[in-house]
Structures are given as structure tokens and as C-alpha cells.
Antibody, heavy 125, light 107 residues
Framework: QITLRESGPTLVRPTQTLTLTCTFS??????????VGWVRQTPGKALEWLAV???????RYNASLRSRLTIRKATSNDQVILTLTDLDPTDTATYYC?????????????????WGQGTLVTVSS | YVLTQPPSVSVAPGQTVSIPCGGD??????VHWYQQKAGQAPTLVMY???TRPSGIPERFSGSNSRNTATLTINRVEAGDEADYYC???????????FGGGTKLTVL
């Protein structure tokens, strides 16, 4: 059974850096294990993809947020960390991590098979 | 790249509803659909246009052609009431794109 759980601060000040951890089980970040991605959902309910990591170290980022985002695998084999710098109130959202599926056509892990429960992050002074 | 969904659709129980997802040549891309019930995380209900994940009823089906992908739900039940989102990986790029979501109301 695959599970994912997001953890991190619920309130962050503007200009600060957000660090979120995705702890997962039931798969591993190996060439056959899939990947871990992050998506956020604004209070208005729009979904926005942030980043994905797969095959242990391959990474892709939302181009519009690339300068502010970093995704990496933690030293433990069951965690992925996302950092988002220079926060703004518009970054207020529920952040989800997910187990990604492989698209042969694209040669890339580009959709969520499983989602975590999400964690609400509020950016406010 | 933009995926366009109607903000809302409504249907009576037992009827059929189709939720469209429009995009330029979306028929050439793999479309995935997620269902999000109130207060819950999204879940995958259709991937690669027309493949149902384990546990999704056969009442759910998908299609994709030219400029519109469609999620169809037959014999709608009250439990199908949710927001539905389509998603693609933009052709030629590595960028995931989501539609704006459609709220399905079961009357």
C-alpha cells in the first residue's frame, strides 16, 4: 500500500523560505519505483504543479517558479524535501505531494497516481 | 498551454454527465483526470485518456480527440459530487498543466 504524508510549518512570514517534507511508503525512488512530485492548491481551488523528482536524482520544475524552487531526496530513503524561497502571501495554499506515474509517450513521470492528504501553508506577517 | 473546463455542471441521479477539457490539440496528449470531494485530497479517476485505476467504477469513462478530452460518468450517484480536474504534460515540454476544475453537482 502506497501512502504519502506532507509535513512542515503552517504559518510562514513573507520573504522567508518554506521547507516541506514528504514522507512516503510502499515504493522507492528507483528507476522502477516511480517519482515524487509536489502540487499546490490555492484557496480558490486552482491546482498548480511545482516539481517532481524521479530515478533518485532526475528533477523537473515549474518554469515560472524555477528560481525559487528546489526538490531533493532526503538522506533517508523515504523522504523528499521541497523548498520554496522568498515567500509571498500569494503562495498561501494547500501543498500536496504525490507518487507519480510514468508516461511512456513523454518518457517522464508526469501525473499523480497517489496523493498525500495535503498541508495548508499560510503566508502572512 | 491552457486547459479549459466549465466551472460547473449539474445532473440528476441516474443520468449521464460529460465533463469537457478543452485545449489546443489536446487529442495528441495523454490526459489524466482527478476527482476531489469536499475537504479531501484529489484522487486519480482516469489516466492516459481512458484507463481507469483500480477501484474506479466502470461508470467512469474517458475519451480524447482533437481539441477536447471528456470524462463521462454514467448512472451518476450522489457520491460522485465533487470537483473534477483534467491534467496533461504539455507536449514537447516537461510542464504539467491542470484545467481550472469543474464542480459536479448531483441534483
Amino acid at each position: 500500500q502506497i501512502t504519502l504524508r506532507e509535513s512542515g510549518p503552517t504559518l510562514v512570514r513573507p520573504t522567508q523560505t518554506l521547507t516541506l517534507t514528504c514522507t512516503f511508503s510502499g515504493f522507492s525512488l528507483t528507476p522502477d519505483g516511480g517519482g515524487v512530485g509536489w502540487v499546490r492548491q490555492t484557496p480558490g481551488k486552482a491546482l498548480e504543479w511545482l516539481a517532481v523528482i524521479y530515478r533518485e536524482a532526475d528533477k523537473r520544475y515549474n518554469a515560472s517558479l524555477r528560481s525559487r524552487l528546489t526538490i531533493r531526496k532526503a538522506t533517508s530513503n523515504d523522504q523528499v524535501i521541497l523548498t520554496l524561497t522568498d515567500l509571498d502571501p500569494t503562495d498561501t495554499a494547500t501543498y500536496y505531494c504525490g507518487h507519480t506515474g510514468y508516461d511512456i509517450l513523454a518518457g517522464y513521470y508526469n501525473y499523480f497516481i497517489h496523493w498525500g492528504q495535503g498541508t495548508l501553508v499560510t503566508v502572512s506577517s | 498551454y491552457v486547459l479549459t473546463q466549465p466551472p460547473s455542471v449539474s445532473v440528476a441521479p441516474g443520468q449521464t454527465v460529460s465533463i469537457p477539457c478543452g485545449g489546443d490539440n489536446v487529442g495528441r496528449q495523454n490526459v489524466h483526470w482527478y476527482q476531489q470531494k469536499a475537504g479531501q485530497a484529489p484522487t486519480l479517476v482516469m489516466y492516459f485518456d481512458r484507463t481507469r485505476p483500480s477501484g474506479i467504477p466502470e461508470r467512469f469513462s474517458g475519451s480524447n480527440s482533437r481539441n477536447t478530452a471528456t470524462l463521462t460518468i454514467n448512472r451518476v450517484e450522489a457520491g460522485d459530487e465533487a470537483d473534477y480536474y483534467c491534467q496533461v504534460c504539455e507536449s514537447g515540454t516537461d510542464q504539467w498543466v491542470f484545467g481550472g476544475g469543474t464542480k459536479l453537482t448531483v441534483l
